[in-house]
C-alpha cells in the first residue's frame, strides 16, 4: 500500500528551527518529483517546496525562500524540510505530497500535480 | 502573484446536484484539479486535468472547464460528501502554484 507519513513537527520558538521528515513507502520512491504543502490552522492549503527525483531541482514559493529547504534520500525513499528563521505565520500543518509530473504530448510543456498526501505534521510556533 | 477564486460556501440537499467553481485568468491555458478535505483529514484528489476521476472517486463526481472558470459537479450529493473542496492550478507561466481559498459544501 501506498503511503506518505510525516513527523518531526513541534512547539518552537520565534526564530527557531525544526527539521520535518517523511517517510515514504509503497511506491518507487526515487522516481518521483515530491512537494511540502501546509495549511494554517483554520486556512487554506499552500504549496511550500518541490524538489526533483534526484534532488538537484528545488524551488520553493517566495515567502519562504531562504529559510526553507527541501531535500530527500532516496536511499532511505525520505523527503525532508529544514524549517528554519520560524515566524509566528509559519504555524501550520505541514503535509508531505507525491508531486506527479506530466508532459504534454504536443507541446512538451510540463504540469505537476499532487496525487498522494500524508497525514501531515504539526509545525507550532510560539511567540 | 495569482489567484484563484472559490465560493466560500455551498449549501444542497441530498441527492441534489452540488456545483462549485473557480475562476482564474490562466484557466483557459492550464488545468485544473479538484481536492476533497474532510475534517480532520488529509486532502484526496477527486479530479485532475478538468476533467478526470481518479480510481476509487465515485462517479458522481465529474469536473468541467471553460474560460476562466472551471467547476467540479457532484451529481446526486450525498451527506458523507460533506467536506472541503480546494481547486489547483498554476498561472500562465507555471511559476506560481496556487489552490483556490476552498469552498465548504454542506449536504443536509
Known amino acids: 500500500e501506498v503511503s506518505l507519513v510525516e513527523s518531526g513537527g513541534g512547539l518552537v520558538q520565534r526564530g527557531g528551527s525544526l527539521r520535518l521528515s517523511c517517510a515514504a513507502s509503497?511506491?518507487?520512491?526515487?522516481?518521483?518529483?515530491m512537494s511540502w504543502v501546509r495549511q494554517a490552522p483554520g486556512k487554506g492549503l499552500e504549496w511550500v517546496a518541490q524538489i526533483g527525483p534526484d534532488g538537484i531541482e528545488r524551488y520553493s514559493v517566495d515567502s519562504v525562500t531562504g529559510r526553507f529547504t527541501i531535500s530527500r534520500d532516496n536511499a532511505r525513499t525520505s523527503l525532508y524540510l529544514q524549517v528554519s528563521s520560524l515566524r509566528a505565520e509559519d504555524t501550520a500543518l505541514y503535509y508531505c505530497?507525491?508531486?506527479?509530473?506530466?508532459?504534454?504530448?504536443?507541446?512538451?510543456?510540463?504540469?505537476?500535480?499532487?496525487?498522494?498526501w500524508g497525514r501531515g505534521t504539526l509545525v507550532t510556533v510560539s511567540s | 502573484s495569482y489567484e484563484l477564486t472559490q465560493p466560500p460556501s455551498v449549501s444542497v440537499s441530498p441527492g441534489q446536484t452540488a456545483r462549485i467553481t473557480c475562476s482564474g485568468d490562466?484557466?483557459?491555458?492550464?488545468?485544473a484539479f479538484w481536492y476533497q478535505q474532510k475534517s480532520g483529514q488529509a486532502p484526496v484528489l477527486v479530479i485532475y486535468e478538468d476533467t478526470n476521476r481518479p480510481s476509487g472517486i465515485p462517479e458522481r463526481f465529474s469536473g468541467s472547464s471553460s474560460g476562466t472558470m472551471a467547476t467540479l459537479t457532484i451529481s446526486g450529493a450525498q451527506v458523507e460528501d460533506e467536506a472541503d473542496y480546494y481547486c489547483?492550478?498554476?498561472?500562465?507561466?507555471?511559476?506560481?502554484?496556487?489552490f483556490g481559498g476552498g469552498t465548504k459544501l454542506t449536504v443536509l
Open positions: 489547483y492550478s498554476t498561472d500562465i507561466s507555471g511559476n506560481y502554484r496556487v
Open positions: 490562466a484557466l483557459p491555458k492550464k488545468y
Open positions: 509503497g511506491f518507487t520512491f526515487r522516481n518521483y518529483w
Open positions: 505530497a507525491r508531486d506527479l509530473k506530466r508532459v504534454g504530448a504536443t507541446t512538451g510543456s510540463a504540469w505537476w500535480y499532487f496525487d498522494l
